[in-house]
């Protein structure tokens, strides 16, 4: 059998450096390709020495050309914390347009199989609670978000137009909000914001009035869950994400009570159509992948903010 070889594009970044290692481990080899805008090669600095790991830096906005055979491209490259997508607006909607047809046209052209990663962001400020992949979303197409979530609508929309029309094999994720070691510590999201703040001793900042929900899942479970999708032979867009719903004030409340700290709290106005409530319904990917999240809230904090400890102590 010849050997099985991913593409992953945001190899550097978060979700994607982790894929990365999962990939390796199943004895695949990798092609990481990332321009490092929002990533970093500390993400892979440990696969130095890794005879199947191989990396690119450019931007996929440029076309792909990839010599041997591909088996599969994971197209991870986005940013995708708010403050990135708010500071990046055209790098964003452009990776999630043209770096996605330049994806699938690898794709195309290798005869190899596309996972994309979507986002829960596709179902807006949702009026559906929980979120179900039939529902259609409530996206404001014109506000400060609509850079990263319409492009992500049309990354989906590309995705299926690519599966109807050119026959190619695809698979969508949507992503829920999804924590673990290697999130950058100034990403502006809640997990490592909070996180660096209580091991700081500094205030933690809450948005609005903290009532605001999200579900978090810990990176290897959802890494579990891509595996999973791009094995299985289903089309269909697939909710990926840890249905415990918290409000931010409980999850503030969390990080103190794991980091053992005892900040005060700073309300921050609410950016604009931030979501009031999220939490995916995971039917789908419990029936279609047998998938559901392993990694209970209180392990994968303790993991995370070991792991943060280390970085704000090293002084990153
Ligand atoms: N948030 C907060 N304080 C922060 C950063 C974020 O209260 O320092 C809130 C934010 O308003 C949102 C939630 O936490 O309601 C999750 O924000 P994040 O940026 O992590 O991702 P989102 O789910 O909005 O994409």
């Known amino acids: ?11 550097a970044g978060f979700i994607g450096s982790h894929l990365t290692d999962r990939f390796l481990a199943e004895g695949w080899r990798v092609l990481g390709v990332d321009n490092l805008i929002t990533g970093t090669m500390r993400n892979l600095a440990h696969l130095e020495r890794e005879p199947r790991f191989e990396f690119l830096e450019q931007d996929v906005c440029l076309p792909l050309q990839v010599a041997g055979s591909v088996t599969a491209v994971l197209d991870f490259a986005s940013p995708a914390s708010p403050i990135d997508y708010l500071e990046k607006p055209f790098e964003t909607m452009h990776v999630g347009s043209v770096g996605v047809e330049n994806a699938l046209k690898l794709c195309e052209a290798k005869g190899a199989r596309f996972l994309l990663s979507s986002t829960s962001e596709v179902y807006g400020d949702p009026l559906e609670h929980p979120q179900r992949e ?31 029309y050119r026959k190619v094999e695809t698979r969508v994720a949507r992503i829920f909000n999804t924590y673990g070691p290697r999130m950058r510590l100034d990403d502006g999201r809640v997990v490592p914001t909070l996180v660096a703040q209580a091991l700081r001793g500094e205030p933690l900042t809450v948005f609005g009035d903290g009532l605001q929900t999200r579900s978090f899942c810990y990176v290897d479970d959802n890494v579990e869950g891509m595996w999973r999708l791009l094995r299985s032979d289903y089309a269909e867009p697939v909710n990926i994400g840890n249905p415990l719903e918290m409000t931010i004030r409980a999850f503030a409340d969390a990080v103190q009570r794991h980091v053992g700290s005892h900040c005060t709290i700073e309300h921050r106005p609410l950016p604009q159509d ?16 047998g998938w559901e999240p392993q990694v209970g809230f209180d392990e994968g904090m303790d993991r995370t903010i070991a792991w943060f400890r280390e970085q704000v102590s090293s002084g990153r």
């Open 1 to 11: 059998m010849t050997e099985q070889r991913a593409v992953i594009l945001g190899a």
């Open 134 to 164: 039939t529902y259609w979303g409530n996206v404001n197409p014109i506000g400060p978000r609509s850079v990263y979530d319409e492009a992500k609508r049309f990354a989906e929309a590309i995705t299926m137009a690519y599966r109807r």
């Open 274 to 289: 931030d979501p009031r409530v999220r939490r995916p319904d995971i039917t789908r990917a419990r029936e279609v992948l």
